[in-house]
């Protein structure tokens, strides 16, 4: 047995445990983890004294724009973010321009994207008005559906939930369901309401994007879900009732499962009033015992997932004059892992949450079999990381077109320093070292058939 690539000296998350191990890679794919006289010979050994190996980590929430919105974000610097920060796979969202919302949208998207991306992209599609187009759209290869009940971006009508329940009637057995869980009407009877009294400062965007608009919003959903038995993912829970809700679906047998932010586990609404606008994010940031309850959360295993919420604006959409007006959302794909690794070297993280979190469910709920996971036979997707390593975030040096976050100049102890996609060293200590189109293109279809 020969290999083209053998990583030796290492410290690797494999089975649940920590082991010093060598891995050989071979064609794109991890063909032997052991020790080392079991290794076979390679054309290149690598060896890893003092770093740890990771599976390449999934983020499930990820927009990367371009086309349309590509001054805000492209393919490429999108997914050069990913990689410096660890992530070898991404799920994109489809609010874009055009808006993912039919085979051929999604086709036009996946064609621009093959070209320019670093890392693996799958793809999420919005609902289409024409329900017979479905089948259409699962077939061109999308991961997941997404549903934006905050306002409307696909072509349902988001106040019918009727029309949302043969929607999901209609993907039910087929792929999961992402939900932005917050109610449209319940924030826009705030909002129209604020608008008239002149209001337009962050205090009034936080009474419209309320807590009762998640929970309503949850509860909504539950209702279909207990109907037509979709799998549905609920997008960055930032509440304790919304979680609350979650929690009693998933006991009650419920097919459902949830994501978290970084943004909402570490900041408050007070960083918000600190940093203003350049922190405004949907769901907004919440308070403190808001953050608690989600800890508590994740420790007790009912989040299944951390995701970034990646959501890249130019600087100037950050800033207006009235609230209503500023563009939604944070850049998270740089920063999301060194600060769950900051956490781990606190004790309050094990690095198998991070593996959980990041790969294996990720994997599990979207259906990417062969990611998320060492193990002999996966994609050799896999990050170098060096624990002990202290980071302090710059966005000014983002890879992102985005160069704003809340967390810069926090301090991270825990840093990525070499990330492999099938194989290929992609990211080296901060800078990419491989040519644009080394990721693939995750499909639904293809991805059992690999
Ligand atoms: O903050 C947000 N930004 N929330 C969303 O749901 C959309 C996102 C974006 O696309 O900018
Ligand atoms: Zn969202
Ligand atoms: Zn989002």
Not at 77 to 88: L, P
Not at 144 to 155: H, I, M
Not at 323 to 342: F, Q, R, S, Y
Not at 363 to 392: C, Q
Request: hydrophobic share 40%.
């Amino acid at each position: 047995m020969k290999a083209e690539l053998v990583l030796k000296d290492l410290k690797a998350h494999v089975k649940g445990t920590i082991a010093e191990c060598c891995l050989a890679i071979e064609n794109g794919k991890i063909t032997k983890i052991g020790k080392e006289p079991k290794m076979p010979k390679a054309d290149t050994e690598i060896s890893l004294k003092g770093f740890l190996v990771l599976p390449g980590l999934i983020d499930v929430h990820v927009h990367l724009r371009d086309e349309e919105k590509a001054y805000k974000e492209e393919f490429y610097t999108g997914t050069a973010a990913a990689a410096v920060g660890g992530f070898t796979t991404v799920l994109d969202m489809p609010n874009n321009s055009p808006v993912t919302m039919s085979a051929e949208t999604l086709k036009n998207r996946m064609e621009k994207a093959e070209e320019k991306i670093l890392v693996n992209v799958g793809f999420y599609c919005e609902f289409p008005k024409c329900l017979g187009e479905i089948d259409e759209i699962i077939d061109a290869g999308a991961v997941a559906f997404k549903l934006f009940l905050s306002e409307k971006v696909g072509g349902l009508n988001i106040e019918d939930d009727t029309a949302l329940a043969k929607a999901f009637q209609k993907v039910a057995s087929r792929t999961p369901i992402a939900v932005h869980a917050e109610d449209k009407s319940t924030i826009k009877r705030v909002e129209e309401r604020l608008k008239r009294e002149g209001k337009k400062d962050i205090g009034a965007f936080l009474k419209a994007h309320s807590e009762k608009a998640e929970f309503e919003a949850v509860k909504r959903v539950l209702k279909i879900v207990e109907k037509t038995r979709a799998r549905v993912h609920f997008c960055h829970i930032s509440t304790k009732k919304g979680l609350s809700l979650v929690v009693k679906a998933k006991k009650a047998g419920l097919p459902v499962t949830c994501e978290v932010t970084p943004h909402h586990l570490f900041l408050s609404d007070d960083d918000l009033r600190r940093l203003g606008t350049l922190a405004l994010t949907m769901p907004p940031l919440r308070s403190k015992s808001q953050n608690k309850a989600l800890w508590k959360g994740l420790n007790d295993g009912w989040i299944n997932v951390v995701g970034s919420d990646h959501a890249p604006h130019a600087l100037e959409e950050k800033n207006a004059d009235s609230i209503w007006d500023v563009k939604v959302g944070i850049p998270g794909l740089e920063t999301t892992l060194p600060l769950l690794l900051t956490e781990v070297n606190a004790g309050r993280l094990n690095i198998a949450d991070v593996v959980r979190l990041m790969g294996e469910n990720p994997s599990r709920i979207f259906g990417l079999e062969g990611f998320g996971s060492l193990k002999e036979g996966f994609r050799a997707d896999l990050i170098i990381v060096d624990l002990k390593r202290e980071l302090r975030i710059n966005a000014s040096r983002f890879h992102s077109k985005a160069k704003f976050s809340p967390f810069n100049g926090r301090v991270a102890k825990g840093v990525v320093v070499k990330t492999f996609v099938s194989g290929q060293l992609v990211m080296d200590e901060g800078e990419i070292v491989a040519k644009p189109g080394c990721g693939k293109i995750i499909k639904y279809e293809a991805k059992t058939r690999e």
